[in-house]
C-alpha cells in the first residue's frame, strides 16, 4: 500500500511541453520574466498587458531564444476584453491550461486622502480582474474536460501591513489570497489547481516607485536586500508542473524572512 510504482524518481518535472499560458501584466517586472520562464519550458505563452511596444519587444525576446510567445494587447479592467484576449491567444497557440495572474497597480495613498477613482481603479486591477480571468479560464477547461494551473500573484502585504500608503493595496491582495483558497475548492473535482505566490520586496517597476516615495527600506530587512525576479523562477514553475498536482488552495510566501511572521 505504501510503495507506488506509478511515480518516477523522483516525481518532478518542469517539462510544459503543449501546455499553454496566459500571463497578465508581461509588459515588465515579475509578468515579464514568468513569460520567458514558462517559455523556456516548452509552453506557449500569451503575453498580455496594456503596452504594445513592450509586448512585442517580449514576444521577440522569447521567440529569439527559441520559445513562442504571442503578444495579447489588452487592459484586464476592461470587461469585454479578457473572452477576447482568450479567443485570440487561443487562435494563435492552442487551448489555454494555465493562467497566471500577475498585473496589479498599487495605491501609493493613505485611505482617507484617495479618490475613489483611484480606488475603483485598484480594485477592479487586484481583485475583479484576476476572478473574470480564472472563471473564464475554468469555464472553458470545464467545457473541455481538461484539467488546468491558475497560479494568483499576491503579496506578503496580504499578511502584514507594514503602513506607508498602501493599505487598498494590502486589502486587495489579501482578497486574491482568499480567492484562491475559495476557488480551489469549487474547482478541485474539475483538476483545476488553483495556488498563489505571496512575494515579498522584490525589485520592480512598482518597487522602483516605493524606494522613491518613501526612501530607501532595505536595511529594515534581516538580510538588508530586495528579491531578484529569477529568485521565484522554481515556485512558478512548481505551481504550473505536474509536480504540484496533489496541491491546490495554497499561497506560498517568498519573503527571505521579511515578514516578521
Known sequence: ????????????????????????GATSGLGWRFAQVLAACGAGVAAAGRRSD??????????????????????????????????????????????VNN?????????????????????????????QLSCELARRLMERHAPGRIVNITSIGAFRYGGNGAALYSITKAALARMTEVLSVEWAKYH???????????????????LTRIGDFRNMYPR?????TPQLDSTLLYLVSPASEFVTGTIIKVDDGQDPK
Open 1 to 24: 500500500m505504501g510503495e507506488t510504482s506509478d511515480f518516477a524518481l523522483p516525481n518532478f518535472t518542469i517539462d510544459l511541453s503543449g501546455q499553454v499560458a496566459f500571463v497578465t
Open 54 to 99: 513592450r509586448l512585442e519587444q517580449l514576444a521577440k525576446t522569447i521567440t529569439e531564444a527559441g520559445g513562442t510567445c504571442a503578444p495579447v494587447p489588452m487592459d484586464v479592467t476592461e470587461t469585454d476584453a479578457v473572452g477576447a484576449a482568450f479567443d485570440r491567444a487561443e487562435s494563435e497557440l492552442g487551448p489555454l491550461n494555465i493562467l
Open 103 to 131: 498585473a496589479g497597480i498599487p495605491d501609493a495613498q493613505y485611505a482617507t486622502k484617495m479618490s475613489m477613482d483611484l480606488v475603483d481603479r485598484v480594485i477592479a486591477t487586484n481583485m475583479r480582474a484576476p476572478f
Open 192 to 210: 483545476i489547481n488553483v495556488n498563489g505566490i505571496a512575494p515579498g520586496a522584490f525589485s520592480s517597476e512598482m518597487m522602483e516607485g516605493m
Open 224 to 228: 538588508k536586500r530586495l528579491g531578484e
